[in-house]
């Protein structure tokens, strides 16, 4: 039970209610600070981290541990400076109001006395001046070749796909693509059932991308059928776009089907609620020495006028 401390609680409230705010909490030892902090920030989105009498790289490696565990993630990397870590930080909150704490500050001081200046900065330059943090849902995902180019454009990706072993090898892809400092979240599930959960959570998206299969099976047996069931996808995930959104990017391998049912599905779910233009056609590879284009399959695309 947490009792007192009236006054400190409403004063941190108050700074919370600011569009932004850097504030320090100073005192003797053992008067009670962190169970202070505790109490503010329980009903908060919040990275916690406390710093240790340790060497500078022990410091910043446990706190990018702590990013990631935010994340949901449990490899154990480490960013390579501070700045990274507070970037990615960041991205934890998407926009959402949020808080960072980093307890026992002195001893991060003693370890390296230039992270002042740098949390300084990042408060003054990045979180004032914070742009929009673009959020990509990627359906049918596979092994993430859209989730890396997501993600190395910047971009916070959450990756469904029913299948683990695509899942895994998709998480070996951003690996590979040194992108572990950027946001991306894997789930293993069944695309519709999850789009309806994100639904009811209020979670939006300002671009989505799916490669549907022409058969398949969800991670319990769901069974999807594209001429039957890709239309209610569509229209389900028109309810998880974003005020504004970017672009909504289908691409088919499904033999026989033309480019123009995309664009029809399209037209009459997205466009029917955003203003934009629509296009289709073929997806194809170059061939090496020819003019020729090896046809691959087909897409339609919704993109934002703007």
């Known amino acids: 039970m947490f009792y007192g401390r009236k006054n400190e609680l409403e004063k941190l409230e108050s700074e919370y209610l600011k569009p932004n705010s850097l504030c320090s909490i100073y005192g003797p030892r053992r008067i009670g600070k962190t169970s202070l902090i505790n109490e503010f920030i329980k009903d908060k989105k919040c990275i916690m981290f406390q ?20 994340f949901n993630r449990d490899d154990e990397y480490s960013y390579s400076t501070w700045e990274k870590a507070f970037d990615a930080a960041i991205s934890f909150f998407k926009n959402e109001k949020g808080v960072i704490v980093i307890d026992e500050y002195p001893y991060l001081v003693k370890s390296y006395n230039g992270i002042t200046s740098i949390i300084q900065d990042v408060f003054d330059n990045k979180i004032k001046n914070s742009n929009r943090h673009i959020k990509v849902l990627n359906l ?49 599930d069944d695309v519709i059932k999850f789009v309806k959960r994100e639904i009811r959570r209020g979670n939006k998206y300002d671009a989505i991308i799916m ?36 672009f909504f990017l289908i691409n088919s391998y499904t033999t026989g089907m033309s480019p123009k049912v995309l664009e029809n599905v399209l037209m009459l779910t997205v466009n029917e609620k955003y203003d934009g233009k629509i296009s289709s056609g073929e997806v194809g590879l170059p061939m090496k020495n020819s003019n020729l284009v090896l046809p691959c399959g087909i897409y339609g695309r919704w993109e934002n006028n703007e």
């Open 51 to 70: 710093a240790k009498e340790v060497s500078n790289k022990d410091n910043l490696k446990s706190f990018s541990y702590k990013i990631l565990e935010n």
């Open 140 to 188: 049918f995902a596979y092994t993430g070749g859209a989730t890396v180019a997501c993600a190395y454009a910047g971009a916070d990706v959450v990756h469904v796909d029913s299948s683990k072993g695509m899942v895994a090898w998709a998480k070996e892809n951003i690996v590979s693509s040194n992108l572990q400092d950027k946001y991306v979240r894997f789930i293993v």
């Open 211 to 246: 490669d549907p299969p022409s058969f398949g099976r969800g991670a319990n047996g769901e069974v999807w059928n594209i001429e039957e069931s890709l239309y209610e996808l569509v229209e389900l995930c028109t309810e998880v776009l974003s005020d504004n959104p970017l």
